[in-house]
Nanobody, 119 residues
Framework: QVQLVESGGGLVQAGDSLRLSCAAS??????MGWFRQAPGKEREFVAA????????SYADSVKGRFTISRDNAKNTVYLQMNSLKPEDTAVYYC??????????????WGQGTQVTVSS
């Protein structure tokens, strides 16, 4: 059974940092990504990383502040979020693809973890 379980969300102040984790199980995954959905808005792409870790992609809104990484031995992907802003407030979702390249197609999704940034 495929499972993606996010953790690490919480309530922080603007300028603080958080690290999200996504533990994957059930199969080997290729590219993994993070998405987020703020209240009243559509889900949006945040960051992605290929299986090898050699390629990453970021939304313009988080470039320079967020870093995605993965530990394949632990089947876990991370999202280090620095210099958080109130507009980063959202439910953050982990996603996994069967493909090994940066792709807009994801096959599996986690349940999400809430990140709230107060001003």
């Amino acid at each position: 059974q495929v499972q993606l379980v996010e953790s690490g969300g919480g309530l922080v102040q603007a300028g603080d940092s958080l690290r999200l984790s996504c533990a994957a199980s059930g199969r080997t995954f290729g590219t993994m990504g993070w998405f987020r959905q703020a209240p009243g808005k559509e889900r949006e792409f945040v960051a992605a990383i290929t299986w090898s870790g050699g390629s990453t992609s970021y939304a313009d809104s988080v470039k320079g502040r967020f870093t995605i990484s993965r530990d394949n031995a632990k089947n876990t992907v991370y999202l280090q979020m620095n210099s958080l802003k109130p507009e980063d407030t959202a439910v953050y979702y982990c996603a996994a693809s069967r493909l090994v390249i940066i792709t807009p197609r994801y096959d599996y999704w986690g349940q999400g973890t809430q990140v709230t940034v107060s001003s």
